[in-house]
């Protein structure tokens, strides 16, 4: 926000829009997001949040990303550059027929702690 006030200002009147308009959120400040130049940066940015959320500082082998069958390979991707081993990238989540059919193509991903690390 110091580097450049008004564009700052700019994306969130954006984010707001997008959030309260087009999604259907509340608005008021209670979501918030961010813009970036494409949907690879977006998930890049996405599995950095999840994965900080779930393990903070923890040991990145606790970490596992589930992701739905519809995921981008830049999702896979993502994992690896914020240090999850591919075999913990697992396409677990099945996504119903008639979600499959809106126009909006869904890639649902979680980042969970695991329970039992032997065997992964």
């Known amino acids: 926000n110091e580097a450049a006030p008004a564009l700052a200002g700019i994306e969130a009147e954006c984010v707001n829009w997008l959030c309260?308009?087009?999604v259907g959120y509340p608005g008021g400040?209670?979501?918030s997001g961010i813009l970036?130049?494409?949907g690879s940066m977006a998930n890049l940015v996405a599995v950095h949040a999840a994965r900080r959320a779930a393990l903070g500082n923890a040991d990145l082998p606790?970490?596992?990303l589930y992701v739905s069958e519809q995921a981008h390979y830049s999702v896979s991707q993502a994992a690896r550059f914020v240090g999850l081993q591919p075999k913990?990238?697992?396409s677990?989540?099945?996504i119903s027929e008639p979600t499959r059919l809106l126009s909006i193509s869904y890639a649902v991903f979680c980042l969970k702690?695991?329970?039992n690390t032997k065997g992964l």
Do not use: D
């Open 92 to 94: 677990l989540i099945h």
């Open 113 to 115: 702690k695991k329970k």
């Open 62 to 64: 606790l970490g596992c």
């Open 88 to 90: 913990h990238v697992l």
């Open 29 to 31: 400040g209670k979501s």
């Open 20 to 22: 309260r308009e087009v």
């Open 36 to 38: 970036t130049s494409g």
